[in-house]
């Protein structure tokens, strides 16, 4: 069978891809997103009423839990792409990886193509597991329509870009630790109150396009329309993809130009 990728990139892609499968916390780290997205789903379906046409989420109280696990997958996809880069630094296993895979174009395009790629299979699993428990528990309480069609195919994407991401920032900061508190300190803490800051001031369109921002609006299939920190989905998931392609390419030409 022809492979679609090309063939002097498919050893380095192996490479990688035997590094995150090998580590047991990496396996259990993968398998987490997708029995959060189970559980929560099945508790928010079994909880929530009818569906709303003019509550939040658009897709209906049900869904709740399918973003929980999101956001959990887009939290494992960014720390798997730390994993993959920063983690060579940390293990001072970099300078060999160079030294058996010379071209660094194509040590950083595998690194991001695999983390890319596991990430997807998470995110993929997680809705799948969501779905199921929402055709289990949640008959009558959502709606399988365009807006949640929306939603988890947006979810895919926003994986894979927080997977280049994160992995963009680990081989930017070189360490773990430092990777992973900037992201997450970033998510959850400095970004959110930009927002508040922002919209206070009247610059709610500034906020709209940060990344994380752009990630909620991104997947939220226009629950958050009168928001003014969030921008449409569309622009929102171009404006994340310029986020992925610049912090990746600055990545990549860190690795390609710094000593190791």
Do not use: H
């Amino acid at each position: 069978m022809t492979s679609v990728l090309p063939a002097d990139l498919l050893p380095g892609i192996e490479s990688e891809a035997r590094k995150i499968v090998a580590v047991r916390p990496a396996r259990l780290l993968l398998g987490a997103p997708v029995v959060l997205a189970l559980v929560a789903t099945l508790i928010t379906a079994l909880m929530s009423g009818p569906a709303d046409p003019k509550g939040q989420p658009a897709t209906g109280a049900a869904t709740i839990g399918l973003y929980l696990g999101m956001i959990a997958v887009f939290v494992v996809a960014a720390m798997l792409g730390i994993a993959a880069t920063g983690g060579e630094y940390r293990r001072k296993t970099m300078a060999l990886t160079v030294l058996f895979a010379p071209d660094r174009d194509r040590l950083a395009t595998a690194k991001y193509a695999t983390t890319a790629a596991f990430a997807f299979a998470v995110a993929l699993a997680a809705e799948l597991a969501s779905l199921l428990a929402l055709l289990v528990a949640g008959r009558g309480k959502f709606e399988l329509g365009w807006q949640l069609i929306e939603v988890l195919g947006a979810g895919l994407l926003v994986a894979m870009c927080w997977a280049v991401i994160g992995a963009g920032i680990g081989l930017l900061l070189r360490t773990v630790s430092g990777a992973i508190w900037l992201v997450l300190g970033w998510a959850f803490v400095l970004e959110p109150l930009i927002w508040v800051v922002a919209k206070g001031f009247g610059a709610g369109g500034f906020a709209a396009i940060l990344p994380v921002s752009a990630t909620v609006a991104g997947v939220s299939a226009g629950s958050f329309q009168e928001a003014e920190v969030f921008a449409p989905t569309p622009a929102a998931l171009v404006m994340l993809v310029l986020w992925t392609a610049a912090i990746g390419a600055a990545g990549w030409w860190d690795l390609r130009t710094r000593d190791l």
